[in-house]
């Protein structure tokens, strides 16, 4: 059975870090291209980092660039994104999920993106 599972969030103070990490059962994600995605309650799903399988290329939204560090263990088969820096208006339920290709899109948006996993929630407040 093809399975992502996040862990990592929780609350914490503006300033602090987390790092969130996406562990794949079923399958071996060292082929995909995997994305880390966030919603906020009332907003849409955006796209935040992503990295490619063929050559570690990185994406990151510009919201979130400098701060945030997107990584992969593929001997864990395990993907991860460290947050530092974090802000209020990074508070949301962060997704990661898998792109058929072994390169990121040229867009990192969900509909590009399959085999979700369940989310885990980041509260960012003092």
């Known amino acids: 059975q093809v399975q992502l599972v996040e862990s990592g969030g929780g609350l914490v103070q503006p300033g602090g870090s987390l790092r969130l990490s996406c562990a794949a059962s079923?399958?071996?994600?060292?082929?995909?291209?995997i994305g880390w995605f966030r919603q906020a309650p009332g907003k849409e799903r955006e796209g935040v980092s992503c990295?490619?399988?063929?050559?570690?290329?990185?994406y990151y939204a510009d919201s979130v660039k400098g701060r945030f560090t997107i990584s992969r263990e593929n001997a864990k088969n395990t993907v991860y994104l460290q947050m530092d820096g974090l802000k209020p208006e990074d508070t949301a339920v962060y997704y990661c999920?898998?792109?058929?290709?072994?390169?990121?899109?040229?867009?990192?948006?969900?509909?590009?993106?399959?085999?979700w996993g369940q989310g885990t929630q980041v509260t960012v407040s003092s």
């Open positions: 079923g399958f071996s994600l060292r082929y995909y291209a």
């Open positions: 990295i490619s399988a063929s050559d570690g290329t990185t």
């Open positions: 999920a898998t792109h058929s290709r072994p390169w990121c899109p040229d867009t990192v948006v969900p509909s590009r993106f399959g085999s």
